[in-house]
């Protein structure tokens, strides 16, 4: 089968930052983070207090009633991300296409919000019974297939959960596709909901939550702030999407992956340098070629410090003059949506030609010696970028991109 | 003799870790003992069960030994109520 090049023709995307597209650029752009006190779940007796929450969200704006029963907060956000990147691209999808489309979306915690809503109906409300949508509505795979009922895609569908690498593995895999010929078309992101009493007391636990807001990279860092949101992409074949005169916001290149295979928490350097080095493979370029990584960058002392030598492994002497920024000091650690996020401010630094800082960074530490941009948005014409994610159970995804 | 908070915290290391109780002395580290960070969450976790309490992260993620955490122990009972300063059975 002849290999295409693969566009990117639309983007959808709600989180803190927005609702939009243009609403999401613009905090990015200009370094404004989306956290702040938690009001989904009462965090008053927490060790942790910030969140980014998407705000003024009102779902009957969005669905119909009767469809509010079947979705989880999860595939909400998947089902409002998936309709903005199609009317984005502005492809149709004929019969004929319809069964040649792929959707194949990532999410870490599926519709837990609505599992922990049923479970304090029987286990402290003593119900006899739960809801009969629960299953539906907690599969980690609803977001996927109310896309696929919506706009009766029928092709391969599916979802991919690998903890926060879940959205980067869900793209990479429709990359793949498209490019191989497997399917002319394909939306891909992830989506996320985490905010529940239960998952958040889980998070607590772990020990690895901001007691304040997200810095990473920054000496003083104390951990990740959790979000929520998703981001969508609509994938199509070059040269279809040029034929069309569609609107291409950049190409990606090149997927890769890597396991660990070390410890179910504690990063290691192999894992994801040689994700990095995948990705690069894939993509046929040379690491001095790269401008930018959009880091995994959680805020966390292991994953930054981890990730700067791992970078400076893959890069050497170019690690220097790369900028490396984590933008989820803006919108927060969307579990299996981050990397969804993360591509659509990726692909929009390029196309803008600039780079989202780092936000909330107050000074540096020496073991995450690399610039990362902090604070300030910064102009520069980027050639090619990656865009790293690495979960906890050592699983590792990153995805190069390329501007057009 | 250990006391009973020192006591009580090698016995939950020894269960934690599965390990014989033996082999958790007073003045061991996690390096020796073999427990990594997550162990050490894990145990702070069961410490924090066992005396109810609470740890805060900056403490939790800093213990590195035996000692420490015995330490660390101490210093919250000591805000704590004098109902509550009693080791469990």
């Not at chain 1, 998952?199 to 939550?209: N, S, T």
């Not at chain 1, 990606?252 to 295979?261: C, L, R």
């Amino acid at each position: 089968m002849p290999q295409h090049r693969v566009a990117i023709t639309g983007m959808g995307i709600i989180s803190a930052l927005g609702a939009d597209l243009a609403a999401n650029w613009s905090s990015l752009s200009q370094g404004k983070a989306g956290i702040s006190t938690i009001q989904l779940v009462d965090v008053s007796k927490f060790r942790f207090h910030n969140g980014a929450e998407v705000r003024e969200y009102d779902p009957e704006q969005h669905f119909k009633a009767n469809q509010l029963d079947f979705l989880d907060r999860f595939a909400q956000f998947a089902l409002i991300a998936a309709r903005q990147a199609l009317a984005d691209s502005g492809l149709k999808i004929t019969p004929e296409l319809a069964g040649k489309m792929a959707v194949i979306t990532g999410s870490c915690v599926g519709g837990q919000t609505s599992q922990d809503a049923g479970f304090v109906n029987l286990y402290q409300k003593n119900s006899p019974r739960v809801h009969p949508l629960l299953i539906p509505r907690t599969m980690a795979n609803a977001g996927a297939s109310h896309i696929s009922m919506e706009f009766g895609i029928y092709g391969p569908v599916y979802t991919i959960s690998t903890a926060c690498s879940s959205a980067n593995h869900a793209i990479g895999n429709a990359f793949w596709m498209v490019r191989s010929g497997q399917v002319e078309a394909a939306i891909t992101g992830g989506s996320e909901a985490p905010f529940s009493m239960g998952l958040l007391k889980a998070w607590e636990a772990m020990r690895v939550v901001s007691p304040e807001t997200c810095r990473p990279f920054s000496k003083d860092r104390k951990g990740l702030v959790l979000g929520e949101g998703a981001g969508m992409l609509v994938l199509e074949p070059m040269e279809k999407a040029q034929a069309r005169g569609a609107t291409i916001y950049g190409e990606i290149v090149g997927f890769g992956m890597s396991s660990d295979a070390g410890h179910i928490t504690a990063p290691t350097l192999r894992g994801p340098a040689s994700a990095m080095q995948a990705a690069l493979l894939d993509a046929g370029i040379a690491p001095e070629q790269v401008g930018y990584i959009n880091a995994h960058g959680t805020g966390t002392q292991a994953n930054d410090q981890t990730e700067t030598h791992a970078i400076r492994e893959v890069f050497s002497q170019h690690a220097d003059r790369l900028a490396v920024s984590s933008t989820k000091s803006m919108h927060g650690h969307t579990l299996g949506a981050a990397g969804a996020l993360e591509a659509v401010a990726t692909v929009m630094a390029m196309r803008e030609k600039i780079i989202p800082p780092t936000a909330n960074f107050t000074a540096p530490d020496p073991e995450c010696n690399l610039d990362v941009v902090p604070n300030q948005a910064r102009p520069a014409e980027i050639e090619y970028a990656l865009s790293n994610s690495f979960a906890f159970g050592g699983l590792n995804a990153v995805l190069a991109f390329k501007r057009v | 003799m250990p006391d009973n908070i020192t006591e009580k915290v090698l016995e939950l290391i020894a269960d934690t870790k599965r390990i014989p109780r033996e082999q958790v002395s007073p003045t061991s580290t996690f390096e020796e003992l073999g427990l990594d960070s997550l162990d050490a969450i894990n145990l702070v976790f069961e410490v924090e069960s066992a005396f109810n309490i609470s740890v805060p992260d900056s403490v939790a993620n800093s213990m590195t030994s035996v000692p420490q955490v015995v330490e660390e122990l101490r210093k919250i009972l000591a805000t704590q109520p004098t109902s509550q300063q009693t080791p469990p059975e």
